[in-house]
């Protein structure tokens, strides 16, 4: 059977499973690639923000948290949502995101998401070398503007920190952010950003499915689209994977790179892992006449605007605890209408190609769980809102802990393993 020939089975081809095949084929290794969906990166990797984030790695989880949470229960802000429900999995995951919600964590986790936001850089770099796969991809640098004067020494810390680390980011008054990317003329109340020239953009389902015909072509990669895993199991010093439809195949090796779906399929095995649905939003225009070439946040709709060619890519929302992938009609309305107060002339409103929702697969610390769980079993996943940023790192790493090139840890987890 081709499933016992393969070296490694990847499962999931988001974009975290496509990288890690990557990673394993460009060691030589046979490999097996099994996805549910008919095709590479249709689950959270499909519309995301597009932003290639190698600067701004900052924890969702800061002392900032605790001042947005009366807001957060009392719905006041309308980019975050937080579904309560009496599930004691989900009172876990939010003490464990609160004991994160201090400065020294802030810092620890911000600094463990950019050292492998540095290594996908480099390793995204060397891919793109060896074949050049067309995915929109530019260094468009970032702004990160801010509107009152503590939002943007919050971000000077943040910058700060990450410095001496190498990251190149400076501060901007409102006149300098102008000069950089004049269509931001038209936002209200700008005082200043930070600006992080080097950040990268690209279309990630086009990465997806341009990487998938290189490991064809080129490596062999064996794929099988359709293959929905219903559980995984051991079997001798193997692992074998049923799928919902009673086919079955075995692995010595599997990587599971299920994103929010890791946590439902290996739990039968005994691996808890900590991982919450936090739906976002995005849509995609043609570009308006005010369109940035810069990718922009704005901190305080809490949107990023990305431009891939010829359209634009707008993504935000945060309803944490919301499993469902179906875009929320109202929640887009008011998703669309922040994103038309932010940049007017951004995008063409009224020709939006796609209404998208996804779920971030989010862990307490904002780091992703890159670990073997048993013998010959790895999990890499939990890359919640930087996960097209994190994967081509997070694959170099998940391959180092399975063939035990590094000592296996699970990453910035110590507290939560
Ligand atoms: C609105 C939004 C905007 C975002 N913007 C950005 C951004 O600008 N920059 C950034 O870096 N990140 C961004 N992210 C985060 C990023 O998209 C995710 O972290 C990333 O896509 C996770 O990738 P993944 O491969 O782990 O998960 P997925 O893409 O969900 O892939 C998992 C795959 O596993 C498959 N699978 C699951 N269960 C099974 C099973 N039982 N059997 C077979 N197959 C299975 C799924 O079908 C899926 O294809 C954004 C996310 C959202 C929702």
């Not at 996805?35 to 990797?45: D, H, I, V």
């Not at 060397?126 to 020494?153: C, N, W």
Request: with cysteine.
């Amino acid at each position: 059977m081709a499933a016992a020939r393969a070296d490694i089975t990847i499962l999931g081809a988001g974009v975290v499973g496509m990288a890690t095949a990557w990673a394993a084929a460009r060691r030589g290794l046979s490999v097996q690639l099994v996805e549910g969906a008919q095709g590479p990166a249709l689950g959270a990797s499909f519309a995301n923000g597009g932003q290639l984030s190698y600067a701004y790695t900052d924890a969702m989880a800061g002392p900032g948290l605790w001042k947005q949470l009366p807001g957060l229960f009392a719905g006041r802000d309308p980019a975050f949502r937080l579904k309560l429900d009496a599930h004691p999995a989900v009172w876990r995951w939010g003490l464990a995101l609160l004991a994160n919600a201090n400065s020294t964590r802030l810092r620890r986790n911000t600094l463990d998401i950019l050292a492998l936001a540095q290594q996908s850089e480099r390793r995204m770099q060397a891919l793109l070398d060896q074949h050049p796969i067309d995915f929109q991809h530019r260094v468009a640098g970032k702004l990160h503007v801010y509107f009152s004067d503590a939002g943007l020494e919050a971000g000077r810390r943040m910058l700060e920190l990450k410095r001496p680390h190498g990251v190149e980011q400076v501060m901007l008054d409102a006149a300098q952010v102008l000069e950089v990317e004049p269509a931001l003329a038209q936002m209200t109340g700008i005082r200043g950003a930070v600006y992080s020239p080097g950040e990268a953009a690209g279309d990630p389902w086009k990465f997806a499915t341009g990487l998938l015909d290189v490991l064809r072509e080129r490596y062999g990669l064996q794929a099988r689209f359709g293959f929905n895993v219903a559980s995984i199991t051991p079997d001798g010093a193997a692992w074998r994977l049923q799928s919902a439809q009673g086919e079955a195949l075995t692995t010595r090796r599997l990587i599971v790179c299920a994103g929010i779906h890791s946590a439902a399929l290996l739990r039968p095995l005994g691996v808890c892992l900590p991982l919450m649905a936090v739906k976002g939003y995005s849509l995609t225009a043609p570009c308006g006449s005010q369109a940035p070439a810069v990718s922009i946040t704005d901190t305080a709709r809490k949107l990023v605007f990305c431009r891939l060619g010829e359209r634009i890519r707008v993504a935000g929302i945060a309803d944490i605890n919301d499993w469902s992938t179906e875009p929320d009609p109202r929640r887009f309305e008011r998703f669309l209408q922040l994103a038309r107060e932010s940049l007017p002339g951004a995008a063409d409103w009224d020709g939006i190609s796609h209404r998208w929702a996804g779920l971030r697969p989010s862990t307490p610390t904002s780091t992703p769980i890159i670990a073997n769980l048993q013998e010959g079993l790895t999990c890499n996943a939990g890359h919640g809102m930087l996960g097209w940023t994190l994967a081509m790192g997070s694959a170099e790493r998940a391959l180092q802990v399975a063939l035990a090139e590094d000592p296996p840890r699970l990453a910035g987890h110590g507290s939560m393993a």
